[in-house]
């Protein structure tokens, strides 16, 4: 391994060492750092942060390098019921590097304003944040184009995604400059999933905060893209594509955001993008506060897993359900609705709502559902194996289940596949 391209701040004197680490981040240059720079960094980082993050590995690539995920907030270690659970993952392709880098960016960012800057603050303190730098280790030291994901990582993603309650997500791309949004698959024009006007809205909150996505220019003559902003279908089809699969079967929200022209860009420009996402990045985290959240319990207060929780009007092709603590989260924005509460064998129950923007306050509305017959023991609701899309179909060129999406559901050996920003 080569000099580390970060280092720390000059030495303290012996006797203080140990609150010398603990007090101090490391500082981050900007270049392109490799899988033992990245390992170190991340390591230092959490040495002096070890109450505000937490380093782990979800797996390993086929070539045996980790899949780190850095989690920060207020409880890192475990979920918290009522702290809505975020993530960034970047490198998906080994030569799409932007996002690698700015989200060690990121991370040294929030955890040198953490006491400081008091929007940084309630942010960690109300979210947990969880960053993979790289999803694909091996494509970045080989620096070559991976169009589909390597199996172990894309089985390791996978699981993470089904042990943890993510609600909101974005994965980092390279080679375009527009965010895009479900649905990738379809079967004409423009691909609307029963919450587009959310997915709208997130993609958007990205491209207006980031320094030039907006104008959606795009990176030549031929390619341009309103407000910098594309349904995924109407820009091209894909089947399995990753935020899609966050979607369906996830429970969770993602776009994809293409950064960069250049998939691999000179180091000396990492600075630049670094500052062109920085605010983007951030105003985006807070997207995940949007809407209604509650639990799920029955007449003594015991939470129930299991009950499908949704919106009137938007019904998911894989149903919404709580998670062990009886969570549910619903992104929505600021409106009256009517939720749905269902515990499976029982009654539903309904609840209207006026549902305000609480982003600003790191807090979405909470609205609990009490079930005073029901059992916590209640089975899973059925997921259908063959997608249920004909409610979808009715209302625009909707996604269809394919053989690559079901093979993704039932976690086998296939891979999925991610936007490339190809043209």
Same mark, same amino acid.
């Given at each position: 391994?080569?000099?580390?391209?970060?280092?720390?701040?000059?030495?303290?004197?012996?006797?203080?060492?140990?609150?010398?680490?603990?007090?101090?981040?490391?500082?981050?240059?900007?270049?392109?750092?490799?899988?033992?720079?990245?390992?170190?960094?991340?390591?230092?980082?959490?040495?002096?942060?070890?109450?505000?993050?937490? &380093?782990?590995?979800?797996?390993?690539?086929?070539?045996?390098?980790?899949?780190? /995920?850095?989690?920060?907030?207020?409880?890192?270690?475990?979920?918290?019921?009522?702290?809505?659970?975020?993530?960034?993952?970047?490198?998906?392709?080994?030569?799409?590097?932007?996002?690698?880098?700015? &989200?060690?960016?990121?991370?040294?960012?929030?955890?040198?304003?953490?006491?400081?800057?008091?929007?940084?603050?309630?942010? &960690?303190?109300?979210?947990?944040?969880?960053?993979?730098?790289?999803?694909?280790?091996?494509?970045?030291?080989?620096?070559?184009?991976?169009?589909?994901?390597?199996?172990?990582?894309?089985?390791?993603?996978?699981?993470?995604?089904?042990?943890?309650?993510?609600?909101?997500?974005?994965?980092?791309?390279?080679?375009?400059?527009?965010?895009?949004?479900?649905?990738?698959?379809?079967?004409?024009?423009?691909?609307?999933?029963?919450?587009?006007?959310?997915?709208?809205?997130?993609?958007?909150?990205?491209?207006?905060?980031?320094?030039?996505?907006?104008?959606?220019?795009?990176?030549?003559?031929?390619?341009?893209?309103?407000?910098?902003?594309?349904?995924?279908?109407?820009?091209?089809?894909?089947?399995?594509?990753?935020?899609?699969? *966050?979607?369906?079967?996830?429970?969770?929200?993602? #776009?994809?955001?293409? &950064?960069?022209?250049?998939?691999?860009?000179?180091?000396?420009?990492?600075?630049?993008?670094?500052?062109?996402?920085?605010?983007?990045?951030?105003?985006?985290?807070?997207?995940?506060?949007?809407?209604?959240?509650?639990?799920?319990?029955?007449?003594?207060?015991?939470?129930?897993?299991?009950?499908?929780?949704?919106?009137?009007?938007?019904?998911?092709?894989?149903?919404?359900?709580? *998670?062990?603590?009886?969570?549910?989260?619903?992104?929505?924005?600021?409106?009256?609705? /009517?939720?749905?509460?269902? /515990?499976?064998?029982?009654?539903?129950?309904?609840?209207?709502?006026?549902?305000?923007?609480?982003?600003?306050?790191?807090?979405?509305?909470?609205?609990?559902?009490?079930?005073?017959?029901?059992? #916590?023991?209640?089975?899973?609701?059925?997921?259908?194996?063959?997608?249920?899309?004909?409610?979808?179909?009715?209302?625009?060129?909707?996604?269809?289940?394919?053989?690559?999406?079901?093979?993704?559901?039932?976690?086998?050996?296939?891979?999925?596949?991610?936007?490339?920003?190809?043209?």
């Amino acid at each position: 391994m080569g000099p580390h391209r970060f280092s720390l701040l000059p030495p303290c004197p012996w006797v203080a060492a140990v609150l010398c680490l603990l007090a101090l981040a490391a500082a981050l240059d900007f270049g392109y750092h490799h899988a033992e720079e990245l390992e170190a960094y991340l390591r230092e980082v959490h040495a002096a942060h070890p109450a505000l993050t937490h &380093l782990h590995s979800i797996g390993r690539s086929v070539e045996g390098r980790d899949l780190w /995920v850095l989690v920060l907030g207020r409880f890192p270690t475990q979920h918290k019921i009522g702290i809505p659970e975020f993530k960034y993952v970047a490198n998906m392709h080994g030569d799409e590097t932007v996002g690698r880098e700015i &989200l060690l960016h990121l991370i040294d960012y929030l955890v040198t304003s953490y006491g400081r800057d008091p929007n940084i603050t309630k942010l &960690l303190n109300n979210t947990r944040i969880h960053i993979m730098p790289t999803m694909n280790p091996d494509g970045f030291e080989a620096t070559k184009n991976n169009n589909v994901t390597i199996q172990p990582e894309t089985r390791a993603v996978m699981n993470w995604i089904k042990n943890e309650t993510f609600v909101l997500s974005a994965n980092l791309h390279g080679g375009a400059l527009v965010a895009s949004y479900t649905f990738d698959n379809g079967n004409s024009g423009y691909s609307r999933s029963p919450d587009d006007d959310v997915f709208i809205h997130l993609a958007k909150t990205y491209s207006f905060n980031h320094a030039s996505m907006y104008k959606g220019t795009g990176c030549d003559s031929r390619q341009t893209f309103p407000d910098g902003i594309t349904n995924g279908y109407s820009w091209y089809q894909l089947e399995g594509g990753m935020q899609d699969y *966050n979607y369906v079967w996830g429970q969770c929200f993602e #776009i994809t955001l293409e &950064l960069s022209c250049c998939k691999y860009p000179p180091a000396d420009q990492l600075e630049k993008f670094w500052t062109d996402n920085k605010v983007a990045l951030v105003e985006y985290i807070k997207q995940v506060h949007l809407g209604v959240k509650g639990q799920v319990t029955d007449r003594n207060g015991n939470p129930i897993p299991n009950a499908i929780v949704e919106a009137q009007g938007r019904s998911h092709v894989c149903p919404y359900r709580t *998670n062990a603590h009886g969570e549910y989260f619903l992104l929505l924005l600021p409106g009256k609705y /009517v939720i749905n509460a269902t /515990v499976p064998g029982f009654k539903s129950m309904l609840k209207t709502v006026e549902i305000p923007d609480n982003t600003a306050n790191f807090n979405a509305l909470k609205q609990d559902f009490s079930f005073s017959e029901a059992s #916590i023991r209640t089975r899973p609701a059925s997921c259908p194996k063959v997608p249920l899309y004909q409610g979808l179909e009715r209302s625009s060129a909707a996604v269809k289940p394919t053989l690559h999406l079901l093979v993704l559901m039932a976690a086998s050996d296939s891979a999925v596949q991610i936007k490339s920003g190809m043209m």
